[in-house]
């Protein structure tokens, strides 16, 4: 490690507790390197859990606190409140205070923003805070606070979220109350306009408030509305019904989230377009009801849509969805129908144009034909990145129409796809042969039995899976990864009979190699060994759950797995104590291996904790 002390301890500042304590145990200069970067220049401390009455030898040990963030804040209210006090009183340099889960109260909050002057983001979730304790605050004094987040906050009341906004006005920008009981329904007109002129508010995030009231709604538009930029509605039980009643415009909306609505109807829903279509570039309604049947109505063309997600949206009729397309689509990059009943005639996709079109998502679509499909790459040729036709009846048997290729798909996803054969997937893998990244087979029929008909390398191939696909054969898998070069950072042949006793005739070597999953699939020891060996020193994780491993032949391993981290040999009944040892001495920094299922008894499990005493092991 060529880095100077000084750099080194700069670098390790923005790891959390966690790493750095894997960090000390790895080497002398690191350790000295972390425990001086925890007393100089450590600014972001994470704790997954920590004891409420112990933030006071914690804030004693560091010098510099810039942010907090606690995952699990364990102690009763009194405890958490004083502790998140101690912070606040004797950290004037804290910026960002976040706990996951607490019972912080009131008090906590109040006094972060009373006390503290530069604390810019407060993340409160799933405390018992209501807000209503704030109307205490001083009015002279101003708050700082740009982000709040107070989701799974059951206590909150609609007068302590207006008495919020009322105490941030004129500073908070990011709002998150998701799955809170706040109605609103009864709000009081005058905390409405006295908040309104001095809101900066630029996301405000509703998910899961199912008490949300349409005349509640409308009232914090009203007074958020004129610089919103992000809205989450989705799983609540709007409709969008009293649009008419709303006062103020909104005309800096870009990203609308109605998900999972229920009660959203395509009038609702037109309504709103037309209300915020000229600066939309992202509406997500996936799970709803609409069918688009009043698309015809919409007064605005949507110019800056850039993605569209209509996912699960099982009552969209052809003539909505063309006639909507046929609007949005000049400018659109991200399309999902996937789990939709569209079907889209030939001749009427014809009609759309999508030039900028880069990711499109059919899965599921169970009534898309072969010349469907193909029109829509046609249409989105030369710009489509990411194409996901998993769980259709398409084989592609009209791809050789296509013409000539597909020059910038780095994804493919053809997961349960049941009618691909061999010979459409090598077509198909040929047009994009340039480009592709990410290939998902899981659960087809692919054999690569017969790969006469591929034409190509694929050299910038980095995951490949496997999974599941039941006609896959030692000879074909062997051959195709023969055609992937060395760029192959994740394989995935989970449940798949293979057997890799081909594995020598393997022409090429593995070393951007990561991650090898081989769980349930019919290895011997020689076979997993061998392919070890051509993995080189990159590999991280390692899955040989459910196989007859045992490591016996251990020795034939002649490449070391220095940065092996994570290995799964869970119900591997075959394992033995000697080879598991044996295994673990070619790695340099394995932290966690998985043994559970397998015959790993305590006598095992103590000689291995004998060797490796910072292994975590589960059995």
């Given at each position: 490690?060529?880095l100077?002390d ?37 600014k ?24 907090v ?88 009341t609609d ?31 005058n ?51 009293a ?9 800096g ?6 998900s ?7 009038s609702g ?37 850039s ?13 909505g ?55 829509f ?9 990411i ?47 340039k ?72 022409s090429?070597s ?54 092996l ?42 000689s ?12």
């Open positions: 490690m060529d100077p000084e750099m080194l301890e700069r670098t390790l500042e923005y790891f959390g507790v966690g790493p750095l304590k894997m960090m000390r145990e790895m080497n002398r200069r690191l350790l000295a390197a972390s425990r001086s970067c925890k007393t100089r220049y450590l972001n401390w994470r704790f997954k859990v920590i004891l409420a009455r112990r933030i006071r030898q914690f804030t004693d040990q560091v010098e510099i606190i810039r942010g963030e606690i995952g699990v804040l364990v102690g009763d209210s009194r405890e958490a409140d004083a502790g998140i006090e101690l912070l606040a009183l004797e950290r004037p340099e804290l910026e960002s205070v976040v706990i996951l889960s607490s019972q912080c109260t009131d008090t906590t909050l109040w006094r972060l923003i009373r006390h503290h002057p530069k604390i810019k983001e407060v993340r409160l979730c799933g405390s018992f805070i209501t807000g209503m304790y704030l109307k205490h605050l001083d009015a002279t004094r101003s708050s700082v606070v740009e982000i709040l987040d107070l989701s799974r906050c059951e206590r909150l007068d302590g979220l207006i008495c919020l906004l009322s105490k941030t006005e004129g500073t908070l920008r990011v709002l998150n109350v998701g799955y809170t009981n706040i109605s609103l329904a009864d709000l009081d007109p905390l409405e306009s006295m908040t309104r002129s001095s809101s900066i508010l630029e996301e405000l995030n509703l998910v899961g408030c199912f008490n949300l009231t349409e005349s509640g709604l409308i009232s914090l538009l009203n007074i958020t509305g004129k610089t919103l930029r992000v809205l989450n509605l989705s799983n609540t039980r709007v409709g969008l019904s649009l008419a009643t709303l006062t103020t415009s909104l005309p909306l870009e990203d609308v989230n109605l999972g609505c229920k009660n959203l109807k395509d829903m037109i309504a709103f377009l037309s209300l915020c279509g000229a600066t939309l570039k992202i509406l997500d309604v996936h799970d709803t009801d609409v069918d688009l049947s009043q698309v015809h109505s919409l007064t605005s063309d949507l110019p800056l849509l993605k569209l997600n209509l996912s699960g949206c099982e009552h969209l009729t052809e003539a969805i063309i006639q909507f397309l046929k609007t949005v689509g000049k400018n659109l990059e991200d399309l999902n129908l996937s789990r939709t009943l569209v079907s889209f005639a030939e001749n009427v996709l014809l009609t759309i144009s999508f030039p900028a079109l880069e990711n499109l998502n059919l899965r599921h679509c169970n009534n898309l034909t072969d010349a469907v499909i193909t029109t790459l046609s249409k989105s040729q030369r710009t489509l990145k194409l996901d036709v998993g769980g259709t009846r398409v084989s592609f048997s009209d791809i050789g129409a296509l013409s000539p290729e597909l020059p910038a798909l780095v994804k493919l996803d053809l997961f349960l796809s049941e009618y691909m054969t061999d010979f459409s997937i090598s077509l198909f893998l040929n047009k994009s042969r480009t592709l990244q990410i290939l998902n087979l899981l659960g087809t029929r692919a054999s690569f039995s017969d790969l006469g008909s591929l034409t190509t390398t694929f050299p910038r191939l980095q995951k490949l899976k496997l999974s599941c696909c039941d006609n896959l054969k030692n000879s074909g898998i062997v051959s195709f990864l023969n055609q992937t070069g060395d760029t192959l950072r994740i394989l995935c042949l989970i449940g798949t009979i293979v057997s890799l006793s081909d594995i020598m005739s393997l090429i593995f070393s951007s190699l990561e991650e090898l999953k081989l769980s349930h699939c019919d290895m011997t020891d020689a076979a997993i060994i061998a392919f070890l060996n051509k993995t080189g020193g990159s590999l991280k994780i390692l899955n040989l759950s459910g196989t007859a491993v045992s490591f016996s032949g251990i020795r034939k391993l002649s490449t070391r797995l220095p940065v981290e994570k290995l799964v040999l869970s119900d591997c009944r075959k394992l033995t104590s000697a080879g598991l040892i044996g295994f673990l001495e070619q790695t340099s920094r394995v932290l966690e291996v998985d043994a559970e299922g397998s015959n790993v008894d305590q006598d095992v499990y103590d291995v904790k004998a060797v490796f005493p910072h292994l975590n092991m589960l059995y």
